[in-house]
């Protein structure tokens, strides 16, 4: 049974075999130079690299790059200036309907001052609400 293996000997065996590659070496050649600079078997080594591959890869996967940070706040911002858009639109719209609600209340109020004054033929200038 193998020794197990430190973080140390992780980020060796990480650094190693990148170094490798970029040099242009072949798998076999790569891992036959890192065992024997770790002093372990080159299946060990080759082992312990996918397992510390795929587990870079995950974590690598659940944080999101700076261009895709960069394209989310570029949309989120976007809809917020299309949401303050849409404010800026109900806002006047709220405005033009209290005015028109305003304009029907003065003309049903002028409506029931004619009516009472039909009715009361006494009283030819009655007031129900004072404008």
């Not at 990148?18 to 790569?30: E, F, I, P, V």
């Not at 510390?52 to 940070?69: D, F, H, V, Y």
């Not at 028109?100 to 009715?119: A, D, G, H, N, Q």
Request: with cysteine; charged share 35%.
């Amino acid at each position: 049974m193998s020794r197990s293996w430190s973080p140390e000997e992780d980020r060796m065996l990480l650094r190693w075999v990148t170094q490798c590659r970029q040099l242009g070496m072949s798998r076999a050649d790569t891992f036959a130079s890192v065992a024997d600079r770790l002093d372990r078997s080159e299946s060990v080594c080759f082992s312990r690299w996918k397992v510390l591959s795929k587990e870079a890869a995950k974590a690598q996967a659940r944080q999101p790059n700076s261009s895709t940070l960069q394209e989310r706040i570029r949309r989120l911002e976007e809809k917020l200036e299309a949401n303050q858009n849409e404010m800026k639109k109900l806002m006047e719209e709220n405005r033009k309907t209290r005015e028109e609600m305003r304009f029907f209340e003065i003309m049903l109020l002028e409506e029931y001052r004619i009516l009472i004054s039909l009715l009361d033929k006494k009283n030819p200038k009655p007031r129900l609400h004072r404008l």
